[in-house]
């Protein structure tokens, strides 16, 4: 139960219950310094679980960060190879590995019960597996009763099929991955991928009333030359643009320490060319966003190597085999399959959530440099989810 981080007693003045929502108006028991000030109203959302039919706890970790943003990875496949993510010759989980859309559904209701508040649906490519809508419409009945935000993040690829849909299944804004402008450039960073039909899929989106941010990986001597043209493509349209650090997570075809290029020198070399006015914007993620002056747009930087974002993080992701990691950059993972599995109430569930949060570590220990040949972690981010 949320009690909006007040401690005082309350007095309850009125409540409603839904199917799955509880609505609770309370007025703070006045302490006799205010008596006859002024009265602070408090509404208070409590998130009823439906199968077990009493409040669940929040989840908050042993560091006391509140976890309130889940990221699932829907499935581990994409149609392209990133050369930063994947392997050209990459071998996926047999499909029978796989959560159904069902379980996904269930665990994600699972999770908003417990106070998640921010849902993002990646992968791999999210929007290649079959029949994903049913699990965007499915999940978007939990906005409004508790769920703030139901999002993706995808590489473009499906979006002139997809974006509409999406739109229509409650998604108001997406992430899509775009690291150059270049066709050419595009071809040798994503391998399989069509540069065309991802222009094609942000126009999609836009035209479906998405809004949009677009992300970047900053990649040393690929992409470097490229960020004003970003920055001027994204803000051009509307679009936040957001920089990433690589990070050293599976094997790629390569030595990650040529592709590595810290954001701290990319933004003193932006500062020559704009003027970067730090703001407060937070959106739940890890990105520190400036305002670019010259442009009006918002530039977001995305540092777990210069600058490690773990003392605010809100955030677990689960897996399309129903793994829960509780840090992107540790191995510590739960199994929550077979509990989800054993039963059909959400008991065993809601106990090994519980049990995970408790486990969840205070941060990643990624490094980049020439000593350090092997990733900080074995599994791609394809399989964890960005
Ligand atoms: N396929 C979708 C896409 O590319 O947007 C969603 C999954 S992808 C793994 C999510 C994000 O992670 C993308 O923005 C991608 O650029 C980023 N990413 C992948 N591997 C990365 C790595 N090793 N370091 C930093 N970012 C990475
Ligand atoms: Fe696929 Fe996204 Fe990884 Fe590129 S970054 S290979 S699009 S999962």
Request: proline residues 4%.
């Amino acid at each position: 139960m949320l009690l909006c981080g007040n401690p005082a007693p309350f007095v309850l003045l009125h409540w409603r219950l839904g199917a799955d929502h509880a609505m609770i108006i309370c007025v703070e028991r006045q302490p006799e310094r205010t008596l006859g000030g002024c009265r602070r109203r408090h509404l208070l959302s409590v998130v009823m679980n439906e199968t077990i039919g009493h409040m669940q706890p929040a989840m908050i970790d042993p560091f006391g960060r509140h976890v309130t943003y889940l990221r699932v990875s829907v499935t581990d496949r994409c149609d392209f190879r990133c050369s930063y993510c994947m392997s050209e010759h990459m071998t996926f989980l047999p499909k029978k590995d796989l959560l159904s859309l069902e379980e996904l559904d269930r665990l994600c209701t699972a999770f908003v019960a417990k106070g998640v508040r921010k849902l993002r649906i990646t992968g791999g490519e999210p929007l290649v597996r079959k029949n994903i809508l049913w699990l965007f419409r499915a999940l978007s009945r939990h906005l409004g009763g508790g769920l703030d935000e139901l999002t993706l993040t995808t590489n473009g690829s499906q979006l002139p099929k997809l974006a509409q849909e999406l739109k229509e299944a409650g998604v108001r804004r997406i992430n899509v991955s775009l690291d150059t402008l270049r066709p050419d450039r595009f071809k040798a960073i994503t391998r399989w991928g069509d540069f065309a039909q991802v222009m094609a899929g942000i126009e999609a989106a836009e035209k479906a009333g998405l809004e949009i941010k677009l992300n970047a990986v900053a990649l040393k001597g690929v992409n470097e030359d490229e960020f004003e043209d970003l920055i001027r493509f994204a803000h051009g349209r509307g679009f936040d643009l957001t920089l990433i650090e690589t990070m050293p997570m599976g094997d790629i075809d390569g030595d990650r320490t040529d592709q590595y290029l810290p954001l701290s020198i990319v933004r003193a070399r932006l500062m020559d060319r704009f003027t970067l006015e730090d703001i407060p914007l937070r959106t739940g993620g890890p990105a520190r966003y400036v305002r670019v002056a010259e442009t009006g747009g918002r530039l977001g930087f995305i540092t777990p190597m210069t600058h490690n974002f773990c003392e605010s993080c809100n955030r677990v992701r689960l897996t399309c085999t129903g793994t829960l990691y509780m840090c992107l950059g540790q191995n510590d993972a739960a199994d929550l399959r077979a509990p989800l599995r054993a039963s059909a109430d959400d008991r065993l569930l809601m106990a090994a959530i519980d049990e995970a949060i408790s486990r969840k570590p205070k941060g990643h220990d990624f490094v980049i440099d020439r000593r350090t040949k092997q990733p900080a972690v074995a599994r791609h981010m394809s399989v964890t989810g960005g």
